[in-house]
């Protein structure tokens, strides 16, 4: 195997302070050989003057474009990129200072051509941000489908933390032009073409993710729209799985309905609440956390639920493309 060259490859978008934090963790890594190239994909308001303060800091290069979605500035990053190993992170992460030290030794010792890892929440976030965590990593939630554990048939990286090979850029073609679900669509695209993915466990960053459940919740419901578009372009990539925050959005609706001639029916959300609260509190030590990972995550079923319902009933039913479909939602 070739000497590992590592290029960080980070699409960024309207925010200089994200950008500020996650170079300012990168700056603390025990592993220093890698560049970093930074995409500005037409913000308004630009990080250059953020970049100055890294430059004798960091091996950290600039560029600018007009904007075309995360997925095209990534591959506009990585056609720029020295590197033969591309590593992705979402501009709203901060980097644990052994990650790539860790990311280093696992392909040393066990290469493979694309790997991903989870995510955490960083003791500094705010209780809504770590609640949002919760709800995205929890067993309760929909956390066993997502890029952090290695569940159904093959794994499947997500983009604020995963890493492929030049030749499977080149090959692949690199991301799609989806204007979301473009990195689940680019594993999917990995696996295609015979490359092998693999579960870092220890290679996780912490992700802030939305700052505000609205935020959240429009975050989460384009997520839900993604994946019949993802069904349209890959028809095996559904899973029976992928339908059960839309059957809790079904069944939430009809329990409140029954709970209404009967109010035993709404135990059984109350139980589910209880669960939610008790295992938040297990793991953030925190009550208002706890509270709060209640809302994160009925924000999150729901928004996942209803984008996913939106999508079935225009992709599927009405037979619409992507494009005219979801003009409003990704394309204006």
Same mark, same amino acid.
């Given at each position: 195997m070739q000497n590992l060259k590592f290029s960080a490859i980070i699409p960024v978008y309207n925010r200089p302070d994200e950008v500020n934090e996650l170079l300012e963790s990168l700056t603390k890594q025990t592993f220093k050989d890698f560049e970093i190239i930074i995409v500005e994909d037409g913000s308004a308001i630009d990080c250059r003057e953020v970049i100055k303060k890294y430059v004798d800091k960091l091996n950290i290069f600039y560029?600018?474009?007009?904007?075309?979605?995360?997925?095209?500035?990534?591959?506009?990053?990585?056609? +720029?990129?020295?590197? !033969?190993?591309? $590593?992705f992170f979402d501009s709203d992460c901060l980097i644990?200072? #052994?990650?790539?030290? =860790? /990311?280093?030794?696992?392909?040393?010792t066990n290469y493979v051509d694309a790997y991903g890892g989870p995510d955490a929440a960083h003791p500094s976030f705010t209780d809504i941000q770590k609640a949002i965590s919760y709800s995205m990593t929890s067993f309760f939630t929909t956390g066993g489908?997502?890029?952090?554990?290695?569940?159904?048939?093959?794994?499947?990286?997500?983009?604020f933390n995963m890493g492929f090979s030049k030749e499977v850029f080149e090959k692949t073609?690199?991301?799609?032009?989806?204007?979301?679900?473009?990195?689940?669509?680019?594993?999917?695209?990995?696996?295609e073409n015979g490359f092998k993915t693999q579960l870092f466990k220890e290679?996780?960053?912490?992700?802030?993710?939305?700052?505000?459940?609205k935020k959240f919740f +429009?975050?989460?419901? !384009?997520?839900? $729209?993604?994946?019949?578009?993802?069904?349209?372009?890959?028809? #095996?990539?559904?899973? =029976? /799985?992928?339908f059960l925050p839309a059957a809790f959005v079904l069944g939430t609706i009809f329990l409140c309905v029954l709970s209404i001639f009967c109010w035993y029916f709404i135990l059984?959300?109350?139980?589910?609440?209880?669960?939610?609260?008790?295992?938040?509190?297990?793991?953030?030590?925190?009550?208002?956390?706890?509270?709060?990972?209640?809302?994160?995550?009925?924000?999150?079923?729901?928004?996942?639920?209803?984008?996913?319902?939106?999508?079935?009933?225009?992709?599927?039913?009405?037979?619409?493309?992507?494009f005219h479909a979801f003009r409003k939602n990704f394309y204006k």
């Open positions: 560029h600018f474009k007009q904007n075309s979605g995360p997925g095209q500035t990534r591959n506009f990053g990585a056609t +720029k990129a020295f590197g !033969n190993y591309f $590593i644990p200072e #052994k990650y790539f030290e =860790i /990311v280093n030794n696992e392909l040393s489908i997502r890029g952090g554990k290695e569940t159904m048939d093959k794994f499947h990286p997500r983009s073609g690199g991301f799609s032009q989806m204007r979301f679900g473009e990195d689940v669509d680019m594993s999917l695209r990995i696996l290679a996780f960053v912490f992700h802030k993710r939305r700052t505000d459940f +429009k975050q989460i419901f !384009n997520s839900g $729209i993604a994946r019949i578009n993802l069904y349209k372009r890959h028809p #095996k990539s559904l899973k =029976i /799985v992928h059984f959300l109350a139980i589910y609440c209880l669960l939610i609260f008790f295992d938040s509190l297990r793991k953030n030590k925190n009550l208002k956390v706890a509270f709060l990972s209640i809302i994160a995550s009925f924000t999150q079923l729901f928004a996942y639920g209803t984008g996913f319902l939106l999508s079935f009933w225009r992709r599927i039913i009405l037979r619409q493309d992507e």
